[in-house]
């Protein structure tokens, strides 16, 4: 029996150590992970930061200490919207650490350092006037297609501060080019794809051809032959009136007024060639189904080809009109 309670005894020992061992094995490996250690938040304001969007993140103005997931939060935390581009805004510290210390799901043991004046730059970016210049010539080339042409001055109007990003410049509206060459269109700017101002734009622009020019003084009333011209590269916006570009539409002509020399051709300038002049004996035909009439006539103006004139006719004395025809033939109408 006393045998029996000993042995009792030392399995009870034996047991209750087991229970202290199991303790202290355990305690130690959860305080050593750190899971009851909390860890300070800490948040440092800088006095002056360069941002880049249209609202000010926390990230880009303050030094953020904290945990992974925390930070990621703290840093995309959205202050208020940023001033324009290239302009600098003041923050109000104390509207700051109220806004962070507002924000839910923040330890308490949070430490926000921020100096009295705290100042925000949005970052910026200019456009080139040669980069604008490109894009119109760009738009020149198409609408003058394979013409020589030539952008002689151009002026860029409220071409400011942009935000920075991918520049597009398109949208070519309101475009005019009058006869003098002067040029004026207005044109959208787009930062990664957001149409951030409309610009307008005027200019001087030459378009070049070749000019049928005067070799030398050519007198009124003189017959155009291919000695008495020659091409010349000239401004079509620098010229006044029609102008001619091919020979062929002047040779044979008859100049109604004088040009001087090295001046450019006309069309206003030139009249066809009378076939027949006032004064001389036309032939006159009739045709009336079967009937084929031919008799003489005295011209009573100067007649030019497929022309109406007016013919007396010699036989009867009366006054008819015909359609100039070959050499000194005129075709009766009425």
Request: charge should be neutral; glycine fraction near 8%.
């Amino acid at each position: 029996m006393n045998f029996i309670l000993s042995m009792g005894r030392i399995w009870m020992v034996i047991l209750a150590g087991l229970a202290m061992g199991g303790w202290f094995v355990v305690f130690p490996t959860v305080s050593g992970a750190g899971i009851s250690e909390s860890r300070e938040v800490k948040i440092m304001v800088r006095e002056t930061s360069l941002v880049q969007g249209g609202e000010i993140l926390l990230g880009e103005v303050a030094q953020i200490e904290s945990g992974t997931f925390l930070k990621e939060t703290l840093q995309t935390m959205v202050l208020e919207n940023s001033p324009k581009p290239g302009k600098i805004k003041q923050l109000n510290k104390n509207r700051l650490i109220s806004l962070i210390q507002s924000q839910p799901g923040l330890p308490e043991n949070i430490l926000i350092e921020a100096p009295e004046k705290i100042y925000v730059k949005r970052d910026s970016q200019q456009i080139s006037s040669q980069k604008v210049r490109e894009q119109v010539d760009t738009f020149l080339a198409e609408y003058f297609a394979d013409r020589e042409y030539e952008l002689e001055q151009l002026v860029v109007k409220d071409l400011g501060l942009y935000p920075q990003g991918a520049v597009d410049l398109s949208g070519m509206s309101q475009t005019s080019i009058d006869k003098k060459g002067n040029l004026s269109l207005v044109m959208d700017v787009l930062i990664e794809g957001n149409l951030e101002d409309r610009i307008r734009i005027s200019g001087k622009v030459a378009v070049f051809e070749n000019i049928l020019c005067a070799v030398r003084d050519l007198p009124k009333e003189k017959q155009i032959s291919k000695e008495d011209v020659y091409f010349a590269r000239k401004n079509l916006f620098s010229l006044r009136g029609d102008v001619v570009l091919e020979n062929r539409l002047a040779e044979g002509k008859i100049l109604k007024k004088s040009v001087k020399k090295d001046d450019y051709i006309k069309f206003s300038s030139l009249e066809e060639n009378p076939l027949i002049q006032k004064g001389d004996i036309v032939t006159l035909v009739a045709k009336s189904r079967n009937l084929l009439i031919v008799t003489t006539g005295i011209s009573q103006e100067d007649g030019y080809a497929d022309k109406l004139i007016k013919v007396e006719n010699i036989g009867s004395g009366k006054i008819v009109r015909g359609i100039v025809k070959e050499g000194s033939t005129v075709e009766v109408i009425y």
